[in-house]
């Protein structure tokens, strides 16, 4: 008796199939973008007469090649750096023209007068580990961040979301036009009431 052969499979359609699969994740996935650590360099020209910088309105934050943290000169642990930055972001402690009335901190007069003259520097030595020098970022960062969302739920609380919230929608590519043009100007006051002068000076080299 001869043996049936067995039947074929027909697996002609099978690279069209692969390549309309291909096309269609193509065109549904969206691709996160990450932004990067935003920071604004210095212009290359020399700035003939430069503004005098009060040394009240300098919060130093200095990170050594053994990882530690000093904050105005004194040692500090990161977990109390955010609440330390916000503190000085939001003193207020200048007057007349120089006061904030938003502000919420103890006003102390040895502390920054209001949030557009405060400046965060920040040092590392060349032997600082990448882990610790992002740690302290992504803390001095947050305390911005804090700030903004405080006054963005507190000025426009109708919009039911955070600052961070509202950046990332704005930000997110699949965020409409109108939807775009109505929160701009919104993340524009809450930025102009807290603007991020973060300044990272030339790190020190340790011999």
Not at 79 to 101: M, P, T, V, W
Not at 137 to 158: G, H, K, S, T
Not at 159 to 169: E, P, W
């Amino acid at each position: 008796m001869a043996r049936r052969a067995a039947p074929e499979v027909n697996a002609g359609s099978m690279a069209d199939i692969a390549f309309l699969l291909l096309i269609f994740f193509l065109v549904t996935t969206t691709i996160e973008t990450d932004s990067g650590i935003n920071r604004k360099l210095p212009p290359t020209d020399e700035i003939e007469d430069p503004p005098i910088i009060k040394e009240r309105n300098i919060f130093t934050v200095v990170v050594n090649k053994d990882n530690r943290l000093l904050v105005e000169e004194d040692l500090m642990d990161i977990s109390d750096l955010r609440q330390s930055a916000i503190e000085f972001l939001d003193n207020g402690g200048g007057k007349g023209d120089e006061a904030c009335l938003y502000c919420q901190g103890d006003k102390n007069p040895k502390s920054s007068d209001n949030p557009e003259k405060a400046i965060i520097s920040l040092k590392n030595d060349r032997q600082t580990s990448y882990k610790a020098y992002i740690a302290v970022q992504n803390e001095l960062v947050a305390a911005y961040n804090d700030l903004r969302n405080r006054e963005f739920n507190r000025i426009y609380p109708m919009i039911g979301i955070s600052f961070i919230d509202a950046q990332k929608r704005y930000s997110d590519p699949r965020t409409n036009l109108e939807e775009k043009q109505r929160l701009k100007p919104l993340l524009d006051s809450i930025k102009a009431m807290y603007p991020q002068k973060l300044s990272e000076a030339e790190p020190s080299k340790t011999n």
